[in-house]
């Protein structure tokens, strides 16, 4: 076996794994039962944030203003107003 033939494998096979980290579970074996456990759940979805799902939604982030996916960890729009937030964004 060549010198580096091995690193070139191991490299070769983590840059592999590295990007199926980041592609569609239907690219990887069709429906899984992460989809369809997400089609049944996705009523209790509603009342979670779409940025953090383990997290409730803040009632002030209903999704009227642009971007607004429910990140809020800190709980800022439950004390501060959302317009003077938006603007201080800016």
């Known amino acids: 076996v060549p010198p ?14 590295a990007a199926s980290a980041f592609s569609s579970p239907a ?4 429906v899984t039962r992460a989809t369809r ?7 209790k979805m509603q ?6 799902p383990f997290l409730s939604r803040p009632p002030a982030l209903d999704g009227t203003m642009a971007g607004d996916v429910g990140f ?6 439950s ?12």
């Open 72 to 77: 809020d960890p800190l709980g800022f729009s």
């Open 4 to 17: 580096g033939t091995m690193f070139r494998a191991v490299l070769a096979l983590a840059c592999v794994a």
């Open 37 to 43: 456990a997400s089609a049944i759940s996705g009523m």
């Open 79 to 90: 004390i501060i107003d959302m317009r003077w937030l938006c603007e201080a964004e800016l």
């Open 27 to 30: 690219l990887l074996g069709g």
């Open 47 to 52: 009342d979670r944030s779409y940025s953090m």
